[in-house]
C-alpha cells in the first residue's frame, strides 16, 4: 500500500510559479510511474504529467508542455511538479498518482492517489 501526500499548492498571480511536491511512503517508490492530474469544477480529471519509475521517460500534455515539468528523487521519495507561467485556467486541485508499470495519460490505470491540493490562480 502507498500513501501519498502532496503539498505546495496555493493562490498566485497570473505568470507566476508554483512548486507541488508529492511524498510517498509505503511500497517500492522507485518502481512506481508517477502521474499528476488535475480537477477544476464540474469538469473531469484531466492528466497533468508523467515519470517512468527511473525517471527516464517524461510525458506532457500540450497544454502545459514548456510550462509544467514533472520530476521525482527515488532517494527521497518524492515527485515534484514545477508549474511556470500559470495561467487562471491551469486552477483546480492537482492529485499525485502512482502505478505499478509503465507510465500512462488515464487516470483509472493509477493505483493510488494522493488527498490532492488547490491551486487557484488569479488573473
Known amino acids: 500500500q502507498v500513501t501519498l501526500v502532496e503539498s505546495g499548492g496555493g493562490l498566485v498571480q497570473a505568470g507566476g510559479s508554483l512548486r507541488l511536491s508529492c511524498a510517498a511512503s509505503g511500497g517500492t517508490f522507485s518502481s512506481y510511474a508517477m502521474g499528476w492530474f488535475r480537477q477544476a469544477p464540474g469538469k473531469e480529471r484531466e492528466f497533468v504529467a508523467a515519470?517512468?519509475?527511473?525517471?527516464?521517460?517524461?510525458y506532457h500534455p500540450d497544454s502545459v508542455k514548456g510550462r509544467f515539468t514533472i520530476s521525482r528523487d527515488n532517494a527521497k521519495n518524492t515527485v515534484a511538479l514545477q508549474m511556470n507561467s500559470l495561467k487562471a485556467d491551469d486552477t483546480a486541485v492537482y492529485y499525485c498518482?502512482?502505478?505499478?508499470?509503465?507510465?500512462?495519460?488515464?487516470?483509472?490505470?493509477?493505483?493510488?492517489w494522493g488527498q490532492g491540493t488547490q491551486v487557484t490562480v488569479s488573473s
Open positions: 498518482a502512482a502505478r505499478s508499470g509503465v507510465l500512462t495519460t488515464t487516470p483509472s490505470e493509477y493505483n493510488y
Open positions: 515519470i517512468s519509475w527511473r525517471g527516464g521517460f517524461i
